[in-house]
């Protein structure tokens, strides 16, 4: 990931963005350009996003958004995540930006993925809401949960191919081969 190599005051950020026709994320003060993704990418986090839907059903309070919808915390970052959940009511207000999601996923790609798991990580650990971050290999059938535990700290899950991958945080499991359906190999 590259910065524009300037500081910029988040209300700034939040102006050019809607005026971007290409997608940037800010972390404190710098803005980083999203590059596009792979159909591989895309389809995984399409296929997770079916797979929310179908089991949150009509009636849930809860929403689920891909890659078009901001997460922040305090002006310090926005992110755009692959996809996420948000339950919290709060999160209804503002069409754009949601600051209040219970699952975060990032489906990983050779660019980005040591920021998903570190910088990008720590980031969204400051959502108090915050119960899982999910991080999905483009590369194989591997699915990564970091999850919050009763205590507070965070325990890691792995999934791989043969696995049925659990989402704590929405009470969900299913075939991780439901994931990586429909990809092209390349």
């Known amino acids: 990931m590259?910065?524009?190599p300037n500081y910029i005051e988040?209300?700034?950020?939040?102006?050019?963005e809607l005026q971007s026709r290409?997608?940037?994320e800010y972390r404190r003060g710098l803005v980083y350009a999203t590059a596009g993704g792979t159909d591989n990418r895309d389809r995984i986090a399409f296929n997770l996003l079916k797979i929310i839907d179908h089991h949150l059903g009509n009636d849930s309070n809860c929403r689920f958004y891909s890659g078009n919808v901001k997460v922040s915390y305090r002006d310090e970052f926005y992110y755009y995540p692959d996809a996420f959940v948000t339950c919290d009511p709060r999160d209804r207000r503002d069409r754009y930006i949601?600051?209040?999601?219970?699952?975060?996923?990032?489906?990983?790609?050779?660019?980005?993925e040591t920021f998903d798991r570190d910088?990008?990580?720590?980031?969204?650990?400051?959502l108090d809401s915050l119960q899982e971050y999910v991080l999905i290999s483009?590369?194989?059938?591997?699915?990564?949960?970091r999850c919050t535990t009763?205590?507070?700290?965070?325990?890691?899950?792995?999934?791989?191919?043969?696995?049925r991958v659990k989402l704590a945080s929405l009470g969900l499991e299913f075939d991780i081969a439901k994931l990586y359906r429909?990809?092209?190999e390349s």
């Open 2 to 4: 590259i910065a524009v």
């Open 138 to 145: 483009q590369e194989s059938q591997q699915v990564e949960c």
């Open 10 to 16: 988040p209300e700034e950020y939040l102006v050019l």
């Open 150 to 163: 009763a205590s507070g700290d965070w325990q890691v899950d792995v999934y791989r191919a043969g696995d």
């Open 98 to 112: 949601k600051r209040y999601p219970k699952l975060v996923a990032e489906v990983l790609s050779t660019s980005t």
């Open 119 to 126: 910088e990008k990580l720590q980031d969204y650990q400051q």
């Open 182 to 184: 429909g990809l092209d």
């Open 22 to 24: 290409i997608r940037h």
